[in-house]
């Protein structure tokens, strides 16, 4: 039986450190968007996944992506560009077309409530695995 493992992360370098000094609020605020990118980023491996599945596995690729993007201030994800590729063109840019069927991203806002654009990365890891059957 083959199984299929998507694996991501989430580094959103602009926003990772608080800046000593910010308020609770702030640093609590920023938590929430982090999570909510956290849950964004799920579904965006979902899409992956799923076309992965159809498309890529028959074909035995695998390897791991890094995609950088930008969301802007009404949550639309633009300039998403590979910074790490797996070899595979086909499988760089699964991650770019799972991330723009995804949706809006999570808005973030400043420690003023202003929303502000942000630059996040993403790495993926496709993996093709073989699993005994266990028995029942």
């Known amino acids: 039986m083959m199984s299929i493992l998507v694996a ?3 580094a959103t370098p602009a926003a990772a450190q608080i800046e000593q000094g910010d308020s609770l609020g702030t640093e ?3 938590g929430i968007w982090r ?3 956290r849950e964004w980023s799920l579904a965006v491996a979902r899409k ?3 076309a992965y599945a159809r498309d890529l596995v028959p ?10 993007f930008r969301i802007e201030t ?7 560009k590979i ?3 797996s070899g595979s063109t086909d499988l760089d840019a699964l991650v770019c077309i799972a991330i723009a ?4 991203a999570p808005i973030h806002l400043n420690a003023d409530g202003v929303a502000e654009p942000k630059t996040a990365q993403l790495p993926v890891r496709f993996v093709l695995s073989d699993i005994a059957h266990r028995p029942e």
């Open 83 to 85: 910074i790490r590729t």
């Open 35 to 37: 999570d909510n990118l």
């Open 59 to 68: 074909m035995g690729v695998e390897g791991r992506v890094v995609v950088q």
């Open 28 to 30: 609590i605020a920023m």
């Open 48 to 50: 992956a996944q799923n």
């Open 8 to 10: 991501m992360g989430l």
């Open 101 to 104: 069927k995804t949706g809006p």
């Open 74 to 80: 009404d949550g639309a994800v633009s300039d998403c």
